[in-house]
Every structure is written in C-alpha cells, then in structure tokens.
C-alpha cells in the first residue's frame, strides 16, 4: 500500500496504490502530502495526474478498518488542534489535513475510474482543478449512513456543484453516476475507462506547453478570487494582469523566450 509517483517530463502522475479498493491508510496520507510538497517545489514539474491502480475503485475513501488507537480524551484534543508533524504516530485526524492546506501551485488532473468516495471524492474536490471520469465511474459521501455529517460545509461543496445536488449526495449518502457528476459540473468530461490515462495525459502535456509562471498566476487569482465581489474580483484581478504586463515589457516576446 502507497502513493506511487512516476514523472514523466513535466507530468507528475500520483497514484494511489493500496487493492482491492485504494483505500487511504495514515501512512498514505502522509506520503500523499510529502508527494505533493516535493511537486509544487519541482522547477521541472509543471501538471499532476492523480489516478489509481486497478479497474475496483479509484479510491474507496479512508480505511475504516485499519487499527485506532485507544486516545483519551485529552489526547483527542491534542490531535485535532496540532500539526501532524508534530505528533507522535500517526493517526486521524492526521496528514490528510496538512495535504489539504497546502497552497496549490501547480493544476492537477483526476483520472477517476470506478467508485470515488469519502476521502477520495474529498482529495478531488479540492485539489483536482480538471475531472476525467470512466463510464464506470460512481461518486459519494457515504459518511452520513455511519452517523457522520459535515462534508458540504467542509468541502466547499456549494462552490463547485449546484445545492440541490450537493445536498442529495450529503443527506441520502447514495453514490452518483458519472453522467449525474457531468450533469452537475463535479467533472469535466467522461471517456470509456480504456481511453482514461491517455485522455488525462493529453490534457496534461497540453497545459504543460504554457509557462509555468502563468500557470500559478492562473490558479493563484482564481483561488483568491472566488468569494470576492465582482468589483474586488476584477480590481484584483486587473493589478495582477498589470504587473505581468509591467514585468514582461523589457523581455522579449513570450514566443522568443520559449523558442530559444
């Protein structure tokens, strides 16, 4: 069970390796998180693919069997309220929050096949800027059927998808088909799972060609301009346009710097 990474030129393909259903473990958290710390400090890397082994699941979420320490109460506290590097074992709460904190300055692609739920649709929610999805592929928060709630508000899902669809997969805890997530903007497109990796990895090598600098530039203003006004949005928005035009106007044109 791991976080397998594989580079290829400027594509960093993570890929989640635990069968028969990719479920997360504490350990797979953390390498997840020293992958994608090691990504977004690569000069060389510009895209990430996150995909998985096997046809089962993409990823089934957290492994609920995996053995949990006995914490007291105080001991829970401690966890909720520290830095995963600063604690002792690992454990959950643990490195799926400081994954999930860090500033994202590289897009990154999901390839989806099968079921995505739990943690897994959590980790493509917000850090996947681009979805492909396989016919096959299924999504859902089943956390609610085990006494759990909380997922909308924690994963922004009013940002991304319409209510009423976010609120059916939240309060029924029903798993969704590919053509629903489509309907509702949870992906981009969907391709039979044979053409998936190949679909992803062309819209990989296709955003890798921009420059890196544009490219954080992209995510960065879209990032914070989210839950601005519009006013604010384009105020903000036009300094940093602003600023590229300052710094590029005693360079050459972006065509002859890339040609060279």
Do not use: W
Request: hydrophobic content about 40%; charged content about 20%.
């Amino acid at each position: 069970m791991s976080i397998k990474v594989i580079k290829q030129g400027a594509v960093c393909h993570f890929i989640i390796d635990n069968p028969p259903v990719n479920v997360f473990t504490p350990i797979m958290h953390k390498q997840f998180y020293e992958a994608l710390r090691e990504f977004y400090a690569s000069t060389e890397l510009k895209v990430g693919i996150l995909r998985s082994t096997g046809e089962r699941a993409f990823c089934a979420g957290d492994d609920i069997k995996s053995p949990r320490p006995n914490y007291s109460s105080e001991q829970l506290l401690e966890r909720h309220f520290s830095n995963s590097e600063d604690l002792d074992e690992l454990g959950y709460p643990g490195y799926e929050r400081e994954a999930l904190k860090l500033k994202r300055t590289k897009p990154i692609i999901a390839a989806i096949q099968s079921a995505c739920i739990g943690q897994g649709l959590a980790y493509v929610l917000l850090m996947a800027d681009l979805r492909i999805a396989s016919t096959e592929a299924q999504f859902g928060f089943p956390e609610i059927t085990f006494g759990m709630g909380g997922a909308a508000g924690a994963l922004q899902m009013a940002h991304q998808i319409p209510q009423t669809a976010a609120m059916y997969m939240v309060l029924t805890g029903e798993l969704v088909d590919a053509n629903y997530a489509l309907t509702n903007h949870l992906i981009n497109e969907i391709v039979d799972s044979d053409q998936l990796l190949q679909r992803a990895e062309e819209l990989a090598n296709q955003i890798a060609r921009h420059p890196a600098q544009a490219l954080q530039i992209e995510l960065e203003v879209f990032q914070k301009t989210r839950n601005l006004s519009r006013e604010d949005a384009m105020n903000y928005a036009e300094q940093v346009y602003r600023l590229q035009r300052f710094a590029y106007s005693s360079q050459p044109a972006l065509s002859e710097r890339e040609s060279k």
